[in-house]
């Protein structure tokens, strides 16, 4: 058993990784938004010092150009092909 701190909260988690007392959450439970041009988000994680939003954006779609002046992003593709501009 492994102890974490949360959000100035402890809790506990078995062998299995699954907190004790907390939900587990997927796109069926999560809230939902969608933005642009038919793209859909899931705030899996929307809380404390970090987000964690699932997505799904239809071929072709796009996000406005944009930059974050102190939140870091990370990007993981599970199907297609994604191209990002970095300064």
Known sequence: ?????DM????????SK??????CVSTKTAPH?????????????KDGNFTVIEEIMPAGTS???????????FFY???GVSILELD
């Open 77 to 79: 593709i599970l199907e």
């Open 63 to 73: 996000e406005i150009r944009h930059l974050h002046e102190r939140t870091e992003q």
């Open 1 to 5: 058993v492994e102890h974490h701190q």
């Open 8 to 15: 100035d909260e402890m809790w506990m988690i078995r062998e």
């Open 18 to 23: 699954q907190p004790i007392g907390k939900k």
């Open 33 to 45: 938004f969608r933005w642009g041009d038919g793209c859909d988000g899931w705030w899996l994680k």
